[in-house]
């Protein structure tokens, strides 16, 4: 691989130039104003993965964004390796909180500050320049189908389709994923778990129109204030979620389990510190790391409703929302915990207001095996580039479409992330090390190379 190896160093400014005309392009999938831009970015990723030496380049038009699929099928006698990516990003704001214009990518400190930098532009550039790399030295150990898609962030909805239409193109013997993190630089690992989604937005209704606070407020129920009454109720005082029968299929891991999964480095007090806060929060009884990677969570993502203007406005607003994620995690059904929650909420309510729910997207909980071939060749690929071997992890996030593949096409997942906690994605200032956008290009070759060896044994 050393011949693939020097490609790589040698074409390090082209390809980071190469990204960032990508992360330039504002593909925000959630704004429809966004909508060319999305294509644009489409577009740009197809040019590159046909110039990369991919056949049969296609963008895929759903009833969305469209998908870009692609593929280099060298022989049919070895494995295929199914890379999965999307190039939609989420939106910016606020704005006023970046640094620097989040559409306009910079390096500081050797980071990419971009929005999409390590979430997933970063990261799924890396797989095609990886392609790239080993097209031109001649070492692409394994078959290889690329599915980029332009909606993650908005819970992948066509992307569903377009497998189930397609599963014939789509035959394969692993997905391979890098839309993840590792613990640390110093500290490499593989993420084996990820947790699923419910997430859903509240609309409480109290008078028809806004009135006066001054001349109704006292007799007129405030739908702002009983929304988070509300809300505050939905745990207790252990941080325990209230929603009746939530918890009833959580999987609850063996002592010995969470023993193991503690082992994992971790300060508590470099976490508090890297995140500005004083104390941490959580379901009694658990760690940190427990509660972000093995526990089901209840989170509020946006309130709003009333005046909230410059100055002053003196109104008892008409409605109040709140957009609300519920992370679960293995046994858990998304849509079960839609419906406990939803009918949970609309019991609550005083008769004072109307409450409507209303369902965005969700995903399932998945655990990956840690004695696949599959696994085995990521962690021997990532110990070779970082001189240490991963450890496993799970993570807190979701990836609805893990779950889509298994039950689609039978197929497992290998998270093989390389970004960090800390890059900030989703929020202001996200970041990604040019370390780790070039340690990925150097990695993915391994994978193939010993997935290839591993799966003739």
């Known amino acids: ?92 704001d606020p704005e006023n909180l970046w640094t620097t214009p989040p559409f306009e990518p910079q390096i500081r400190d050797g980071k990419i500050y971009a929005r999409g930098s390590c979430d997933d532009k970063g990261q799924v550039y890396m797989h095609i320049k990886a392609f790239e790399s080993m097209m031109k030295t001649n070492t692409l150990a394994c078959n290889v189908r690329f599915m980029i898609e332009g909606e993650e962030e908005v819970g992948s909805d066509n992307l569903g389709t377009f497998v189930k239409e397609n599963k014939d193109r789509l035959k394969g013997d692993v997905i391979l994923i890098s839309d993840t993190s590792m613990v640390a630089n110093d500290t490499p690992s593989i993420e084996v ?134 992370r679960l995690v293995p046994n858990q059904k998304s849509d079960k915990a839609t419906e406990l929650f939803t009918k949970h909420f609309k019991s609550i309510a005083p008769k004072t207001v109307k409450v409507k729910v209303t369902p965005f997207h969700g995903g399932e909980p998945v655990v990956t095996p840690t004695d696949s071939v599959a696994f085995k060749a990521a962690s021997m690929a990532i110990e070779k580039t970082f001189g240490k071997k991963p450890i496993p992890t799970r993570g807190g996030g979701s990836i609805p479409i893990v779950a889509l593949f298994e039950q689609e096409l039978g197929l497992k997942s290998v998270l093989m992330g390389f970004g960090l906690d800390s890059d900030l994605i989703h929020s202001p200032n996200e970041h990604y090390g040019v370390f780790n956008f070039m340690k990925g290009i150097e990695t993915i070759p391994l994978f193939f190379k010993y997935f290839a060896e591993l799966s003739k044994r």
Not at 203 to 208: A, D
Request: proline share 5%; glycine share 10%; aromatic share 8%.
């Open 193 to 326: 778990g990820l947790r699923g989604l419910s997430y859903v937005q509240v609309e409480v209704t109290g008078p028809n129109h806004d009135l006066h606070s001054g001349v109704y407020g006292g007799a007129v129920g405030n739908p702002i204030q009983i929304l988070c009454e509300m809300i505050a109720s939905m745990k207790d005082k252990n941080n325990h979620i209230t929603i009746p029968g939530f918890y009833d299929d959580v999987l609850e891991l063996t002592k010995e389990e969470r023993t193991e999964l503690n082992k994992t480095p971790f300060s508590e007090a470099d976490y508090k510190k890297e995140l500005g806060v004083d104390e941490l929060v959580g379901e009694t009884g658990y760690t940190a790391l427990e509660r972000t990677g093995i526990r089901p969570t209840f989170e509020l993502n946006g309130i709003w409703g009333g005046y909230t203007g410059e100055g002053s406005k003196t109104v008892l607003p008409s409605k109040a929302f709140a957009k609300i994620s519920m």
């Open 1 to 92: 691989m050393e011949q693939t190896l020097d490609f790589i160093k040698t074409n390090e400014k082209r390809f980071l130039d190469e990204l960032f005309d990508l992360l330039r392009i504002p593909s925000v999938s959630a704004d429809g104003k966004y909508k060319n831009d999305v294509a644009r970015a489409c577009q740009f990723v197809a040019d590159k993965l046909k110039a990369a030496g991919a056949d049969n380049v296609e963008i895929c038009p759903t009833k969305g964004h469209p998908i870009v699929y692609g593929e280099k099928l060298i022989n049919p006698a070895l494995p295929t390796v199914i890379v999965y990516g999307h190039y939609d990003v989420q939106p910016a």
